[in-house]
């Protein structure tokens, strides 16, 4: 019986801490930039965790730990959804984008879907070329 005793305990205990964090994590508001997961150069390497900042004009790709990486005149070349193969390092339902910048450098950048609209503006696409 007393065992119960400690296990509500333990419960209620568990549920007033979730409820702190998810109310002060609502007070704070939404975190700044696009969420996502980014892999440089373009087509190699590992998925690294990130978000993609768009001030002033330049866009940037900064990691959770480690230097920002800066996108200068970074343009959207493509867009597709991951292969099963990337499906299991990044959300299957996500989307890549494929982005090109000055130098010559390369970058794919996965983001949920609701997010390409905003990624899309933070980075614009490409124009065609004749």
Not at 14 to 29: D, E, I, N, S
Not at 53 to 68: D, I, K, T
Not at 115 to 130: G, H, I, K, N, Y
């Amino acid at each position: 019986m007393i065992e119960y005793v400690f296990l509500a305990g333990g419960i209620a205990g568990a549920g007033w801490l979730l409820r702190r964090k998810h109310r002060a994590r609502a007070a704070a508001g939404p975190v700044p930039g696009i969420p996502g997961m980014a892999r440089h150069p373009a087509g190699q390497g590992r998925w690294k965790p990130g978000r993609v900042y768009a001030q002033e004009g330049e866009a940037r790709w900064v990691p959770p730990r480690g230097a920002a990486l800066p996108l200068p005149g970074a343009r959207a070349t493509g867009l597709r959804v991951p292969s099963i193969k990337e499906g299991i390092s990044i959300n299957p339902g996500s989307r890549i984008v494929t982005c090109t910048y000055e130098g010559g450098g390369s970058i794919e950048i996965a983001v949920m879907p609701l997010d390409v609209r905003e990624l899309l503006e933070a980075v614009p696409q490409a124009e065609p070329s004749t």
